[in-house]
């Protein structure tokens, strides 16, 4: 059974760093891109930014870009969201999804195969 597992969230105050975790239980996790997603209360869910299947290449909201890094662990089956910098307008429920692609440049959240059930941040002012 495919789950994504994500970790990490918190309450955090603005400028202040944090490290998010999403275990993946996919016997293929190596073929697929990975990507992270947001939700704030009230919006629709929102591109974070992917990495490609061997890690090296990655693809970043603007808002987030320069601030947020993504890496992965196949290894371990592992996908990690730092985030430094933290605003209050980052504040939301953060996921990790999964995709087959050939490409790192899908931010279409119906693309995505897998989903993992959220974690929250929040970042107070």
């Known amino acids: 059974q495919v789950q994504l597992v994500e970790s990490g969230g918190g309450l955090v105050h603005t400028g202040d760093s944090l490290r998010l975790s999403c275990a993946a239980s996919?016997?293929?996790?190596?073929?697929?891109?990975m990507g992270w997603f947001r939700q704030a209360p009230g919006k629709e869910r929102e591109f974070v930014g992917t990495?490609?299947?061997?890690?090296?290449?990655?693809y970043y909201e603007v808002s987030v870009k320069g601030r947020f890094t993504i890496s992965r662990d196949n290894d371990k089956n592992m996908v990690y969201l730092q985030m430094n910098a933290l605003k209050p307008e980052d504040t939301a429920v953060y996921y990790c999804?999964?995709?087959?692609?050939?490409?790192?440049?899908?931010?279409?959240?119906?693309?995505?195969?897998?989903w993992g059930q959220g974690t929250q941040v929040t970042v107070s002012s």
């Open positions: 999804a999964a995709v087959r692609s050939n490409s790192v440049l899908v931010r279409r959240a119906a693309s995505y195969d897998y």
């Open positions: 996919i016997p293929t996790f190596r073929t697929y891109v």
């Open positions: 990495i490609s299947q061997t890690g090296d290449s990655t």
